[in-house]
């Protein structure tokens, strides 16, 4: 009974290399996100996606994509890995329509780790 | 940009200790949220506040909406070792931003 899962939980790669990281939700959420945590514990949202359309799109290098076929998929794809990308990645999902904003429930991460 | 400071950033207790956290803003929010992430874990929702003065509990937990809509505290009362973890502030909605923005985290060591 997951609520928001993603895969894989570690990746171990090369620089240069391509990857990419999962995210499903069960909640019926119309929003998700991929956040960023670096070493430091500091979280920084990257995208937001809501009904499958762009929202929120950070300063991030082109070479993370974020790719969602439907509104429970939210997939992460990064070109040219460097290893300043090594982080932790979240997923996260909200239901909109509340007047003040919605809570954010997250994955429980991706650990990516650049060789 | 908006940005939160939270402190303290870390906490050493031991087991039975109240303690309290506080995440202050120079822009105002709609939404404060608090949340707990152990390690290898994603943040767990703990807390969500709505509406400035609003004062939530869940269990041993309290968390209060500063009026001003740039603060929010969170305490615990009675700590016992599995409160042990990183706890994050969390504003959304302020500014016309619908991005939530993370305060930097308190770090909460529980001594049994």
């Known amino acids: 009974d997951t609520a928001v899962s993603q895969t894989p939980k570690y990746l171990v790669t090369q620089m240069g290399n391509d990857k990419s990281i999962k995210c499903e939700q069960n909640?019926?959420?119309?929003?998700m996100y991929w956040y960023k945590q670096d070493s430091k514990k500091f979280l920084k949202i990257m995208f937001s996606?809501?009904?499958?359309?762009?929202?929120i799109n950070e300063t991030v290098p082109n070479r993370f994509s974020p790719k969602s076929p439907d509104k429970a998929h939210l997939n992460l794809h990064i070109n040219s890995l460097e290893l300043g990308d090594s982080a932790v990645y979240f997923c996260?999902?909200?239901?909109?329509?509340?007047?003040?904003?919605?809570?954010?429930?997250f994955g429980d991460g991706t650990r990516l780790s650049i060789l | 940009g908006q940005q939160l400071n939270q402190s303290p950033q870390s906490m050493f207790i031991q087991e039975g200790e109240d303690v309290s956290m506080n995440c202050t803003s120079s822009?105002?929010?709609?939404?404060w949220l608090w949340y707990k992430q152990d390690p290898g874990e994603g943040p767990v929702l703990l807390i969500a506040?709505?509406?400035?003065?609003e004062l939530t509990s869940n269990g041993r937990l309290t968390a209060q909406f500063g009026i001003t809509r740039k603060d929010s505290f969170l305490n615990i009362s009675a700590s016992i070792p599995s409160d042990v973890g990183i706890y994050f502030c969390?504003?959304?909605?302020?500014?016309?931003?619908?991005?939530?923005?993370f305060g930097k985290g308190t770090k909460l060591t529980v001594n049994p």
């Open positions: 822009s105002i929010f709609n939404t």
């Open positions: 996606y809501n009904n499958k359309e762009l929202i």
């Open positions: 996260a999902s909200s239901q909109e329509g509340r007047l003040h904003g919605a809570p954010q429930h």
């Open positions: 909640l019926g959420h119309d929003t």
């Open positions: 969390a504003g959304l909605g302020g500014g016309g931003s619908e991005k939530l923005v």
């Open positions: 506040l709505y509406k400035a003065g």
